[in-house]
């Protein structure tokens, strides 16, 4: 399948080399608005890429540039909730690696734990808890399966985003990012303990595609869109429509503020 999946990849877009793979989740679409002269695969045509199951989840891989970087971007993934199965990116994730691709820029929705950190405002991961302990890496063999976990999210392309993002005039904060295996929201006593942990957001993916990535030895930037306060700090009814909308609010800056970092992000 990867085999059939990069071939497919190399001649709809002849010599083109993406530096950088970007994923998409809730509320990021607009990332692809400033794609230029970009070619467009389904992932239905890609043996091995997830077709899509949620609402506001594209599916389609966009290859282009922006500004001067080559970005194969990806709108749409797998979630460990869809099907139980927490490995549904490796394929994919392996087909951009074979592409060209060394860095995995990863966008989400997150509810926030913490006060100061408000719905429509961006935090970039600096660290993640996975909460239910479940790995896309089970059944690898090998000794590269235990992979370290220490700077997970490169420190050196978070510095970049979060100044690239001060330049577009948005205070990007750090902080960790708990999994929820969903698909249900967070009961507020579970809110309490993930904030008690030391987690700052919650959110249903990212961290599978982390750890595949860095497996794979590509580094990882990732951002999350705020759509919420946990479960239990606000009076807002949680709802996937409720996050869908909040992140249509602030899909317009997240979207310019991520194109802005990966048009300038340095790789080396
Ligand atoms: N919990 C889990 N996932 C989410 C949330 C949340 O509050 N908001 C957006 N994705």
């Known amino acids: 399948m ?3 999946a990069l071939q497919l990849l190399k001649t709809r877009a ?15 679409g607009g990332v692809t608005e400033h794609i230029v002269d970009p070619v467009r695969v389904a992932y239905a045509d890609l043996p091995g890429f997830p077709v899509p199951t949620v609402a506001g989840h594209g599916g389609e891989l966009w290859m282009g540039s922006i500004g001067t ?8 993934r ?11 990116m490796r394929l994919p994730l392996q087909v951009l690696q074979a592409l060209g691709c060394e860095v995995l820029v990863q966008t989400n929705a997150a509810g926030s734990l913490r006060a100061d950190l408000a719905p429509r405002s961006l935090m970039a991961i600096s660290d993640h808890i996975n909460w239910p302990q479940r790995s896309p890496l ?23 985003a979060v100044e690239l993002a001060a330049l577009q005039g948005l205070a990007l904060q750090s902080g960790v990012y708990a ?39 590509m580094r990882v930037l990732a951002l999350s869109l705020i759509t919420n306060m946990g479960a239990g700090l606000s009076s807002e009814h949680l709802s996937h429509a409720h996050t869908l909308s909040e992140a249509a609010a602030a899909s317009h800056t997240a979207s310019a503020v991520l194109a802005s970092i990966l048009a300038n992000l340095e790789l080396n």
């Not at 797998?78 to 549904?88: L, S």
């Not at 089970?138 to 970049?160: H, I, K, N, T």
């Not at 599978?208 to 794979?216: D, F």
């Open 2 to 4: 990867l085999k059939d």
């Open 138 to 160: 089970v059944g690898q063999s090998g000794s590269e399966r235990f992979v370290g976990m220490v700077d997970a999210y490169d420190p050196l392309l978070r510095q970049q």
């Open 179 to 217: 999994w929820a295996f969903g698909p249900q929201f967070e009961t507020p006593a579970e809110i309490r303990m993930l904030a008690r942990l030391g987690a700052d957001a919650v959110g249903m993916s990212t961290v599978p595609e982390t750890i595949l990535a860095r497996h794979l030895g």
């Open 78 to 88: 797998k979630h460990g909730y869809e099907t139980g199965a927490v490995d549904g």
């Open 69 to 76: 970087q080559a970005v194969a971007v990806m709108s749409g």
């Open 14 to 28: 002849p010599g083109f080399v993406p530096r950088v793979a970007v994923v998409l989740g809730s509320g990021w």
